[in-house]
């Protein structure tokens, strides 16, 4: 079946930047859609990141200006770049990716922004 798992999560200081990487394998399968969430303790899981097989991207605003969502369609790979990052910026960040059949979540990754 398909798989995606993540990296580049950890801890970094505020102002800092965190690439973080999804890539999908297992299975036959179109990507026609990939998108990054992310859920605080006690938080509902909220977008961040979306971008379509048409190229089109969309960002919550709290993160506009500050991360890019980007693919690697010959790796099948969803990156976000997380520059100038904030203590609230501080969660479990999910990569989520749409098929023409179905849709697969990553494991989750920890990104802690702290001083």
């Given at each position: 079946q398909v798989?995606?798992v993540?990296?580049?999560?950890?801890?970094?200081?505020p102002?800092?930047?965190?690439?973080?990487?999804?890539?999908a394998s297992g299975?036959s399968f179109t990507?026609m859609?990939?998108?990054?969430y992310r859920?605080?303790?006690?938080d509902?899981?909220e977008?961040?990141a979306?971008?379509?097989?048409?190229g089109s991207?969309?960002y919550?605003?709290?993160?506009k200006g500050?991360?890019?969502i980007s693919?690697?369609?010959?790796r099948?790979?969803?990156?976000?770049?997380?520059?100038?990052?904030?203590?609230e910026d501080?969660a479990?960040?999910y990569c989520?990716m749409g098929s023409l059949?179905?849709?697969?979540?990553?494991q989750?990754?920890?990104?802690?922004?702290?001083?």
């Amino acid at each position: 079946q398909v798989q995606l798992v993540e990296s580049g999560g950890g801890l970094v200081q505020p102002g800092g930047s965190l690439r973080l990487s999804c890539a999908a394998s297992g299975g036959s399968f179109t990507i026609m859609y990939w998108s990054w969430y992310r859920q605080a303790p006690g938080d509902e899981r909220e977008f961040v990141a979306g971008m379509s097989r048409s190229g089109s991207t969309n960002y919550v605003d709290s993160v506009k200006g500050r991360f890019t969502i980007s693919s690697d369609n010959a790796r099948n790979t969803v990156y976000l770049q997380m520059n100038s990052l904030r203590p609230e910026d501080t969660a479990v960040y999910y990569c989520r990716m749409g098929s023409l059949s179905d849709n697969y979540w990553g494991q989750g990754t920890q990104v802690t922004v702290s001083s």
